[in-house]
Antibody, heavy 121, light 111 residues
Framework: QITLKESGPTLVKPTQTLTLTCVFS??????????VGWIRQPPGKALEWLAL???????LYTPALESRLTITKDTSKNQVVLTMTNMDPLDTATYYC?????????????WGQGTLVTVSS | QSALTQPPSASGSPGQSVTISCTGT?????????VSWYQQHPGKAPKLMIY???NRPSGVPDRFFGSKSGNTASLTVSGLQAEDEADYYC???????????FGTGTKVTVL
């Protein structure tokens, strides 16, 4: 059974860098076709895809935030890390990591519980 | 890449049906058969309900039906139940460099 769980700071100051970790189980990020993505959701607003890392270390970012995002993986630890630089109050949101299945173009089939990050001085 | 357009709200009485639209462009919804739908209850993570336009993951009731015509996808929930009251988001593949575009979300109320 696939599970994912996000962790990181609940509060960051403007201009700081956010680092979030996704620890997962039930699948391997070395399996061909598999990926892990990050999605965020500001309070009361819609979902927004941020980044995706594939089993082969290929990485994709949403164009609007690409300059601020970095996604990495540690296959041996079953972890994916997302960093976002120059945080702004508008980045306040619940951040989710999610599993992209093999042949799962355009979908995430398992999601973490999410972690709320507030950006405030 | 703009978000896909959904109506802000939809409602129906128990036992009735409700249909939610998701309008995109030929670069996303219209260009690929990779539309997904997610259900999100308050304070919870999204749950995949439909993928590849009309496929249901294991465990999703067959009351949930997905379809697509041109640049618009739709989710129909028939036999509405109280537990169906939630926010629903569509998502579409939009190319290899932008694999996920989400919709604006629709709040479904069971009257």
């Amino acid at each position: 059974q696939i599970t994912l769980k996000e962790s990181g700071p609940t509060l960051v100051k403007p201009t700081q860098t956010l680092t979030l970790t996704c620890v997962f189980s039930g699948f391997s990020l070395s399996t061909s076709g598999v990926g892990v993505g990050w999605i965020r959701q500001p309070p009361g607003k819609a979902l927004e895809w941020l980044a995706l890392i594939y089993w082969d270390d290929d990485k994709l970012y949403t164009p609007a935030l690409e300059s601020r995002l970095t996604i990495t993986k540690d296959t041996s630890k079953n972890q994916v890390v997302l960093t976002m630089t120059n945080m702004d109050p508008l980045d306040t949101a619940t951040y989710y990591c999610a599993h992209r299945p093999v042949a799962g173009r355009g979908r995430f089939d398992y999601w973490g519980q999410g972690t709320l990050v507030t950006v405030s001085s | 890449q703009s978000a896909l357009t959904q109506p802000p709200s939809a409602s129906g009485s128990p036992g009735q049906s409700v249909t939610i639209s998701c309008t995109g462009t030929s670069s996303d919804v219209g260009g690929y058969n990779y539309v997904s739908w997610y259900q999100q209850h308050p304070g919870k993570a999204p749950k995949l309900m439909i993928y590849d336009v009309s496929n249901r993951p294991s465990g999703v009731p067959d009351r949930f039906f997905g379809s697509k015509s041109g640049n618009t996808a739709s989710l129909t929930v028939s036999g509405l139940q109280a537990e169906d009251e939630a926010d629903y988001y569509c998502s579409s593949y939009a190319g290899s460099n932008n694999p996920y575009v989400f919709g604006t979300g629709t709040k479904v109320t069971v009257l």
